[in-house]
């Protein structure tokens, strides 16, 4: 499907620096619509991340942990940034996995890349799927104090999805990614 439009609508005619600390950059610009009138657009600028699908044996590994935003404990996939640039996103997945569950994966394939939520932030989210899990040594950084780890059956997985335990729409959109995916590779990575 080719865009109809793919030309920039907005024009930015200024831009400043609002905000800044080691995890986001908020930025204002007073920008110029199309249609001629003018506005302001708030954009919060994040650096890459990754969230990784880590399934074996028909179980998939999650993460839960107290989310400040939303004022409650949330199931997810694990998922993060190393608030950095990065060269490659593996390497960010694979040390994300190691971070959070304590696993290291054998074989890891990118599923794609996704925008986080680009009505506000801009910020690239590299899906993976890390098949041929092992233990490693779990290293959590200071904000994952509270982080616990859940192993549960795919369809149980599937279920919480469903009847809203787990409302990330990071997991919800890597796992219709990974289904698509596999769909187009039925012999995949995971058993």
Known sequence: M?????????????????????????????????????????????????????IE??????VEQFRYTIRERALELPQGGWEMEIDDPEELARGELREEIGMHADKMTLLGRLWVAYGFTRQQQYVFLAA??????????????????????????ERM??????RDGCTHAAW????????RNPSGETS
């Open 2 to 54: 080719k865009l109809t439009h793919p030309g920039h609508s907005i024009t930015t005619l200024s831009s400043r620096e609002i905000y800044r600390n080691q995890w986001m950059r908020l930025r204002e610009d007073h920008i110029l619509r199309s249609n001629g009138k003018e506005g302001v657009y708030g954009v919060v600028e994040k650096d890459p991340a990754a969230i990784i699908l880590p």
């Open 176 to 183: 219709g990614l990974y289904l698509t995916w596999r769909a």
């Open 132 to 157: 041929g899990l092992t233990p490693a040594e779990k290293n959590p950084d200071p904000e994952e104090h509270d982080l616990t780890v859940h192993a549960v059956s795919i369809a149980e997985f």
């Open 161 to 166: 999805l469903l009847d809203g335990t787990i």
């Open 57 to 62: 044996n028909g179980r998939v590994w999650l």
